[in-house]
């Protein structure tokens, strides 16, 4: 009897000492992730400028519809999100398929120069490509002198090409960090899969979509979903590369958010609906891929 | 070996090595040449380096930024690490039901965007501002303070201390070490590889980061290298070859951490140690 209850007692005094432990993290994401996200939903309510806010219903959420920036705003975000997630994941996944090969020579060398991106800083590698892109650029001046093209292009100042800039310019940053993933979760599938599918006369591109693919689904899944939440809140590449121009042509969410904040007239109100708009769109979109692609969890 | 599979495999990774590499190749070779000849696309290594270098200092506050970023990465990194071992090693040694409950809680801020963050917390530091001027906006404090913990971290620590021997806790307890002292003494020099990864990730964020230091550092004597870099590279005559010097200096503190210890560096980006 005594025995068990100073038994309980040191339980409690161990899960004691353990919120002790995670005490500083709590109270840290706490207040610097939980308590914001739920001041910026009190904002989205509100209008005003700088600190003069009173609450205004839905009226933010409403202006979201008639407001032109809002929507170039979101079909770029959307566009860097098509086409440059899938055409990444797919370009890490094939890298990585090279690579894992053991009798492959220089393979440390290969995986080393192309996993070298992700060490940049996001602002230097953008002002890197801004003058690699640049109209009298090296990289104009190279397709112009091997034919590829007859005049340069535009790729900072057009519309068009300056979002085919901006896409290059994040698949070459993050293709390489993606691949990793890929490298290592390749890594642990066992050799003997593939073997017993060779014996079974398995050609390699059926190898490729019915043992690979199925084995890689968690990191599938995982990149595609931090991908996804990275290239929605876009930001340090766009102001350095375009600065959201030409027009508002490249202009992501994230950029809309900071200049309603900070460039224009403070409308901390309104650019907190905006700053929703992500929140509820990563929530889909995660939401969806978790469906898509676990039929187990 | 001559096989055309194994042939378009090494001209498929020489490009794209080609491809990740020759930014940083143009970026070096740009930093030794004047700005005419940057923009014109040389090719060649040049012999202005140390003229772009002597430019960069005289015209810009580059000593006051690298301070600046060095102090801000030094001191989230140290304290980062250990605020979110000591919440890892809590959460995975004092495991409860509840603790597990208030983990998963923890890992959903991961999805929360730091787009819907910065209003809030820039408002909360503006408002400290006026109470508490040490932490307010303008401060190395309110560029740290809204980073320092993160659930990456948190969740980093726990997995790699499920490799950590709970018979060395005990052990520790007979000896009579008070629950921290086991955890500094015993947990911290065992686990020297997971620190590491986790504070190379932690420095190299912290070094790099761009948005928030752009919202709360407004004073020039508090700005950091990626702001100096940024501000360079939008003037309206910008000096090319002297920019791509900032670049260089900016690149190669996470670029010599990451050939000195590639191992930890890429366990800590990826989230795994083995």
């Excluded at chain 1, 014996?199 to 190898?207: C, T, V």
């Excluded at chain 2, 007979?174 to 190379?200: C, N, Q, S, V």
């Amino acid at each position: 009897m005594n025995a068990k209850k100073r038994g309980l007692s040191m339980t409690a005094k161990y899960n004691l000492t353990g919120w002790g432990f995670v005490l500083i993290s709590v109270v840290m994401i706490g207040s610097f992730y939980f308590y914001p996200m739920i001041q910026a939903l009190f904002l989205s309510f509100k209008t005003g400028t700088g600190t003069n806010l009173t609450y205004t219903g839905f009226s933010n959420y409403t202006r979201l519809f008639s407001d032109t920036t809002f929507r170039t705003a979101l079909f770029n975000t959307f566009i860097y999100l098509i086409v440059q997630v899938p055409l990444m994941i797919l370009l890490a996944m094939f890298i990585s398929v090279l690579l894992n090969d053991s009798k492959l020579k220089f393979r440390g060398f290969f995986r080393t120069a192309i996993f070298l991106p992700a060490v940049t800083s996001l602002v230097a590698y953008s002002v890197v490509f801004k003058y690699l892109f640049g109209s009298d650029g090296l990289i104009n001046a190279m397709l112009l002198k091997l034919s590829i093209i007859s005049a340069p292009v535009e790729w900072i100042t057009d519309p068009f090409w300056a979002k085919i800039t901006i896409i290059i310019a994040i698949t070459w940053r993050w293709t390489g960090y993606n691949m990793i993933f890929y490298l290592s979760a390749l890594q642990n599938i066992d050799g003997s899969i593939y073997e017993a599918a060779r014996i079974d006369g398995a050609s390699a591109f059926k190898q490729f979509t019915q043992i690979t693919v199925p084995l890689l689904k968690p990191v599938i899944l995982f990149t595609s979903v931090t991908s996804t939440i990275g290239t929605l809140q876009i930001f340090d590449e766009i102001v350095n590369i375009t600065k959201g121009g030409p027009g508002n042509s490249t202009m992501s969410i994230s950029n809309y958010i900071y200049n309603l904040s900070f460039k224009y007239t403070a409308d901390f109100g309104y650019a907190a609906t905006v700053s929703y708009v992500i929140v509820i769109l990563i929530v889909l979109l995660s939401f969806l891929q978790f469906k898509v692609a676990g039929d187990k969890k | 070996m001559r096989n055309p599979k194994r042939i378009f495999t090494y001209v498929f990774l020489s490009i794209a090595t080609f491809i990740s590499v020759f930014p940083f190749l143009w970026m070096i070779i740009s930093a030794t040449n004047k700005s005419v000849d940057v923009t014109k696309g040389r090719l060649l290594p040049g012999n202005y380096l140390f003229e772009n270098l002597t430019k960069l200092i005289e015209t810009t506050d580059l000593w006051t930024a690298l301070w600046n970023s060095a102090r801000i990465s030094v001191l989230t990194t140290i304290l980062s690490i250990i605020i979110a071992s000591l919440a890892g090693y809590g959460f995975e040694m004092f495991r409860s039901k509840a603790k597990d409950v208030v983990f998963n809680i923890l890992l959903l801020s991961m999805m929360i965007p730091f787009a819907a963050l910065m209003i809030p917390l820039y408002q909360m530091f503006a408002g400290i501002s006026n109470t508490i001027p040490g932490i307010g906006i303008d401060t190395v404090a309110s560029v740290m303070l809204p980073t320092i913990t993160t659930a990456f971290l948190i969740f980093f620590f726990r997995q790699n201390s499920k490799m950590f021997p709970k018979d060395m806790l005990e052990a520790g307890r007979i000896d009579g070490l008070t629950e921290l002292g086991i955890f500094f003494k015993i947990f911290m020099p065992t686990m020297k590889t997971t620190y590491a990864a986790a504070g190379i990730i932690t420095f190299m964020s912290s070094w790099n980061s761009y948005l928030w230091p752009l919202i709360v550092l407004q004073s020039p004597n508090q700005k950091t290298i990626p702001l100096l870099i940024s501000t360079l590279g939008s003037g309206y005559a910008p000096d090319f070859g002297l920019i791509m010097v900032a670049i260089v200096i900016a690149t190669l503190p996470t670029a010599i951490v990451f050939f000195v210890m590639q191992k930890h560096f890429v366990a800590g980006m990826t989230g795994s140690v083995k």
